[in-house]
């Protein structure tokens, strides 16, 4: 059992003496408060009830994320100690152990069983309910401490790769936004003969608003579906495949044309909201929440890359709200934008399909490695 193995720790910061507080990110994991604001930390300098964490001591945040849906279990790493939230769990070895097993062991989904998701309905619904007993009461299987060595150490390896592919991944992001930003911009771009015209958004097309359609109207089978809120999470600046359906029936005004963009209507932030996509399919039906730009005198395409790199700051300016922001057609129609030539949208749109295409490979990559590193974890700790 884990109790064999760990004690909870309970030590408090009761004199104050360590100001050192530590917040536990599902991303990042213990780090000083500094480095990571976290809500839950308080922002009082009584400290008193904290925890005082040590080298190698572990804590458990049963706050839930998509990055870790029971909550995060990380090691204290740092030298000098600190202080974490009471609402944390912390607990510490008997005897010396390899930390960095455990680490692993914590990051796959083998003790989630043993946790207990609350289903009281005056229950805080982004956190996890902690059974003292039942959580040190799992059982954990325990290889040879060489053996913990080898699979700490091979595990490592996988995860420096998976970093590296990361890494690899972001630098492309960051070398495509330059490339765009620069070419769409006149004074900057290289492309020899490009003719470059400015006019405002609403002097080339015309906005409506997307289908009074929301999350309700999802279905297994039916039409193309796309929601605003996929604009966020699931689509770049052209779309090409749909991921939702639909059985709802709209006017034909709704359904796309190739080359719509479509720019949400509402975010959680103006910088949020300073997003577009070209929908490059046919047919589908464009949901609530979203302004529909339909232009015959720009490529969609580049229209939606102008709106993501060169003028999101003037999108962002334009947001209306504070808990919820809003942008009005109106509004972004009055942006001035300046655009190339047919011959040269052709030209750079290869160019960015071209990128995005790798982009795309090496996202693939290291999609694979993360499926290798969580079926490697629950073969190893199961």
Known sequence: MLSAIFEKNTKKNSDGAISNVICNSAKQGLIPQREYFDKDIANSDNTAGYYIIEQNDFVYNPRKSADAPYGPISSYKYVDPGIVSPLYLCFRAKSIINPRYYEWYFKSSVWHRYIYMSGDSGARHDRVSIKDDTFFAMPIHLPSENEQRRIASFLDILESR??????????????????????????????????????????????????????????????????????????????????????????????????????????????????????MVPGVILGGDLNIFRCSKVDGRIISYILNHVVSRNIARIAQGKSVVHVQANELAKIEIAYPDFKTQENMVTLFEAINAKIAQRTKELELLLEQRRALLQQVFI
């Open 162 to 279: 998976i970093e590296k592919q990361r890494t690899l991944v972001d630098s492309l992001k960051k070398y495509k936004r330059g490339v765009i930003r620069t070419l769409l911009t006149p004074e900057y771009c290289k492309f020899k003969d490009a003719k470059w015209t400015s006019a405002r958004i609403g002097d080339l097309g015309s906005f409506i608003k997307g289908a009074p359609l929301s999350k309700a109207d999802i279905a297994d089978e039916g039409t193309p579906f796309i929601l605003y809120g996929e604009l966020y999470t699931t689509y770049n600046e052209v779309i090409t495949q749909i991921v939702r359906k639909t059985k709802a029936n709209v006017e034909q005004q709704y359904f796309s044309q190739i080359g719509d963009v479509i720019i949400p209507t509402s975010g959680e932030t103006p910088e949020e909201i300073s997003t577009a996509s070209c929908v």
